[in-house]
């Protein structure tokens, strides 16, 4: 015998019907969650223009440096890690994280960046180094501009909510993100305070800098990069 089988026809509602019903009901869709802004202009729009032109590259350390920040979710809220990067060699020269985003945020890592150059014996010289960022309220806040302006960095900022100004940064914060927090490599589970990502971000950078292949460099670390270009520096003529 073959079974009958009764199909039932529902009219076809609009779109308005839909909203309607639910609206009714107590209902609402799922709407994907947007990504966490970062990047926030400073209310007066005043900034510094930009130096680099989306040209990333330096004819030697301490000439331009990078930064930016992301943002790392924890059990505990989001936090948010800060990034100065060395044109020249890719290297970075400083991080930090906090839970909020303050003009210490930016502040911080940079006071770092100096302080490092400085106990490596390869000090900023005033005049020669920009410092390039985004538009972000806390880039172009007068702490830090007046902090450049002591130390004798030239700032330089990008426009708002366009990545290619700061491309190079973008890409490294890119790379944190794949191969530091969405793997177990720096840190084995779930992130649940600040202490775990500062943890996990100290491990990455330190093989970012010291381990990691480069294609851009030759398939060198940045560390090994820069140390080449002072050995070249330093090296003695040889008779011919």
């Known amino acids: 015998m073959t079974a009958l089988v009764r199909r039932t026809v529902l009219p076809e509602a ?3 019907a839909v909203d309607r019903a639910m609206h009714t009901l107590g209902l609402a869709g799922v709407r994907r969650d947007k990504g966490v802004r970062t990047t926030i202009p400073a209310k007066d729009g005043k ?10 590259t330096a004819a030697a350390p301490n000439r331009t440096w990078v930064t930016d920040f992301t943002y790392v979710r924890t059990w505990a809220g989001f936090v948010y890690v800060a990034f100065i990067v060395d044109v020249f060699a890719q290297r970075i020269v400083a991080w930090h994280v906090a839970t909020t985003k303050q003009t210490d945020l930016v502040m911080v890592p940079l006071r770092m960046a100096l302080w490092h150059r400085d106990r490596e ?3 900023t010289v005033a005049g020669e180094l920009i410092h390039h960022s985004d538009a972000g309220s806390q880039d172009t806040s007068i702490r830090l501009t007046e902090h450049l302006e002591l130390e004798g960095i030239r700032p330089s900022i990008g426009s708002v909510g366009d990545a290619y100004d700061n491309a190079l940064m973008e890409t490294i914060s890119g790379l944190y993100k794949a191969e530091c927090i969405r793997t177990t490599v720096f840190h084995d589970g779930p992130y649940k305070t600040i202490a775990d990502v500062e943890y996990a971000t100290a491990g990455w950078v330190e093989w970012y800098n010291n381990r990691r292949l480069h294609g851009t460099l030759g398939m060198m670390t940045p560390v090994e990069y820069e140390q080449d270009h002072y050995a070249a520096l330093n090296r003695e003529p040889q008779p011919v």
């Not at 900034?47 to 990333?56: E, Q, S």
Request: charged share 30%; no cysteine.
């Open 47 to 56: 900034r510094a223009g930009d130096l680099l032109n989306r040209d990333f």
């Open 121 to 123: 014996g390869r000090p």
């Open 14 to 16: 609009s779109a308005g």
